[in-house]
């Protein structure tokens, strides 16, 4: 079934759509909030992001600016099992594909 | 198929920090638009907070000031007596305090004219008289400078005093004839 010419944008790009016609996509959406809510990441970042607005002296923060500085926290605070736990679902759904 | 799997796992990883980056926007727009609409303080407390009891001398346990009565007015610098004035009452002390208004210069008024009567009479008095009647028009004066209230119950008292005129043109005053008027209704 693998067509070797077929290229690796296009090939990117069937994966996705797969994954979000089948609905695999939510479910995996759902379950990494879940988790990320479990293991309490969602209130330590609204946390971090609350300190990051009082620490900055001007009177209303950008969201630009929140994620620029934000974002990079938030993915090193990942736990690795979470991380791992969705990689491989993923996987599995789409090695079928390949 | 190597190439493949490599793939694979890069589209994995792609989305993976898609959907982490789905989730940290969400929490940074809810936590932005709480503090763009003033209620980041309430967002998400801290149960320790919420907990504590406060302790100082002058507020209650919440914390609020105990004393409930707010000063809506600031006061001012009165030019003259330099005292701090509420500014609801600047305007009635002003007139008191430059001497403009309607008792104080009656006061003033009658503390000149006893002055200048004083002031001729060093020691001796050339006309005794003239002070008593001096004195008796001060007391006429005061009389006739007190409240409304006074000035309605002595009018009034005189009315009573006549007992001759029940049926004069008096008894077509105001009050008689609003009476009339309720009775009609």
């Known amino acids: 079934m693998a067509d070797s010419r077929e290229s690796e944008a296009d090939f990117k790009d069937r994966l996705h759509a797969k994954l979000q016609n089948s609905g695999e996509l939510e479910k995996l959406k759902q379950t990494l909030r879940d988790r990320l809510q479990e293991c309490g990441w969602t209130d330590s970042m609204r946390k971090i992001c609350k300190e990051k607005v009082r620490a900055s002296s001007i009177e209303n923060v950008s969201i630009d600016d929140l994620v620029n500085e934000v974002t990079p926290i938030g993915r090193d605070q990942v736990p690795a099992e979470i991380k791992n736990e969705i990689l491989l679902k993923l996987r599995a759904f789409l090695d079928e594909e390949a | ?185």
């Not at chain 2, 004195?135 to 009034?156: F, L």
Request: include cysteine; proline fraction near 3%.
């Open chain 2, 1 to 185: 198929m190597l190439s493949r799997t490599t793939w694979v796992n890069d589209e994995c990883k792609a989305i993976f920090d898609d959907m982490m980056f789905t989730e940290t926007l969400d929490i940074i727009f809810q936590v932005h638009r709480a503090s763009r609409k003033g209620y980041l303080s309430e967002l998400f407390p801290e149960d320790k907070e919420s907990k504590k009891i406060c302790t100082d001398l002058g507020r209650d346990v919440f914390g609020h000031c105990q004393n409930k009565v707010q000063k809506f007015s600031e006061d001012i610098d009165c030019p003259n007596c330099h005292r701090q004035i509420s500014t609801t009452r600047f305007a009635p002390h002003l007139e008191k305090c430059f001497g403009k208004g309607r008792t104080s210069s009656r006061i003033a008024s009658q503390k000149i004219s006893s002055a200048e009567f004083s002031f001729p009479s060093h020691g001796q008095t050339e006309c005794p008289e003239d002070d008593d009647w001096q004195e008796k028009k001060k007391r006429k004066r005061k009389k006739e400078s007190g409240s409304k209230k006074a000035k309605k119950k002595h009018i009034e008292s005189e009315k009573k005093v006549e007992p001759g005129r029940e049926h004069d043109y008096y008894q077509d005053d105001k009050s008689s004839k609003r009476k009339n008027l309720k009775k009609k209704r």
